[in-house]
């Protein structure tokens, strides 16, 4: 059982938006502005997508965007595209002792 | 290009031992935190192990503690994870993972910005 938790699947069509949401408490997503998103297509590395909650990496899409509120955050992902296609996983740290948690991931489906 | 290369998984037997090494390259290695991260067959991702950019601090979550041990050689740009005693619920995809910080303690080191092709390790008899 993951600390944080995500939906296991999401789905939408070409050009449509979508939003994953994580879900913890207030030892971890709501305490810290640390949550991290990555996209992780199987066989593949995973992928950096958003870190600090709202931050994009250089040379991820402006399609990609993250916020927070209270224990929740979300990624959301506008004008979907095929390659969007890929398991998705939220990251949070937790404070000293256990430090970094991961959602369960949740399955994108374009 | 950043690179991260992992080697050494495989299968072993329920007891034994294995050690996962990650080569990396493109960076100034010796001046960021890495880490282990690994998956298990349809689950989720699950941080296992960090050190600091010098080797001093290290931390190992609750299911691998006292079997498994990281190091690095900043001489070799090179990170370790010795596994010990394994079981069966070790079996994995284990990923190397660059931080943007020198210490997994706080901050841009409780993120990961590059990662491995990741390595599949099979505890079987």
């Known amino acids: 059982q993951s600390a944080l938790t995500q939906p296991p699947s999401a789905s939408g069509s070409p050009g449509q938006s979508v939003t994953i949401s994580c879900t913890g408490t207030s030892s971890d997503v709501g305490g810290y502005n640390f949550v991290s998103w990555y996209q992780h297509h199987p066989g593949k590395a995973p992928k950096l997508m958003i870190y600090e909650v709202s931050k994009r990496p250089s040379g991820v899409p402006h399609r990609f965007s993250g916020s927070k509120s209270g224990n929740t955050a979300s990624l959301t992902v506008s004008g979907l595209q095929a390659e969007d296609e890929a398991d998705y996983y939220c990251s949070s740290y937790a404070g000293s002792n256990i430090y970094v948690v991961f959602g369960g991931g949740t399955k994108l489906t374009v | 290009e950043v690179q991260l290369l992992e080697s050494g998984g495989g299968l072993v037997q329920p007891g034994g031992s294995l050690r996962l090494s990650c080569a990396a390259s493109e960076f100034t290695f010796d001046n960021y935190a890495m880490s282990w991260v690994r998956q298990a067959p349809g689950k989720g991702l699950e941080w296992i192990s960090g050190i600091s950019s010098s080797g001093g601090g290290t931390y190992y979550a609750d299911s691998v503690k006292g079997r498994f041990t990281i190091s690095r050689d900043n001489s070799k740009n090179t990170l370790h994870l010795q596994m010990n005693s394994l079981r069966a619920e070790d079996t994995a995809v284990y990923y190397c993972?660059?931080?943007?910080?020198?210490?997994?303690?706080?901050?841009?080191?409780?993120?990961?910005?590059?990662w491995g092709q990741g390595n599949l390790v099979t505890v079987s008899s």
């Open positions: 993972a660059k931080s943007p910080a020198k210490t997994y303690e706080y901050g841009p080191g409780t993120y990961f910005d590059y």
